[in-house]
DNA sequence: AAACTGACTTCTC
DNA sequence: GGAGAAGCCAGTT
């Protein structure tokens, strides 16, 4: 079910490139509403297209990744890897590549 | 229309 | 710095 929040969102994600991730708080802030990290979560929840949505692109906001409904974080950790994002143990290293819109 | 839920974020102890 | 509690947003029931 499409809405309007979620659109944006989906659209927003798909904007993030390869070897980069954003918080759902930045993609929230993107999508017009700065605290609708929840929110946003929820939308990729409902996705279930992630070669429309990549939202294993997605992460908390300390770069701790969450959710993912395709296989499991063990799966998301290693697409952002084979995508060239860079990880601290579990975590991935913001510093470095969170995308800057 | 009201209440509950959830892939979050931030503050406080 | 780590753990716990409260707050916010949009969607679903």
Not at 28 to 40: C, D, E, F, Q, T
Not at 79 to 94: A, Q, T, W
Request: net charge positive.
């Amino acid at each position: 079910m499409k809405t309007n929040f979620n659109q944006k969102v989906y659209e927003i994600a798909g904007k993030i490139p390869a070897g980069k991730v954003a918080t759902y708080g930045q993609l929230a802030k993107l999508a017009g509403s700065p605290r609708a990290a929840r929110a946003v979560g929820m939308c990729m929840r409902n996705n279930t297209d992630r070669n429309l949505v990549p939202c294993h692109r997605v992460v908390a906001s300390n770069g701790e990744l969450t959710g993912y409904a395709f296989g499991g974080l063990n799966v998301k950790r290693k697409l952002l890897v084979e995508e060239g994002v860079s990880f601290n143990k579990e975590k991935v290293d913001l510093k470095v590549s969170q995308w800057k819109s």
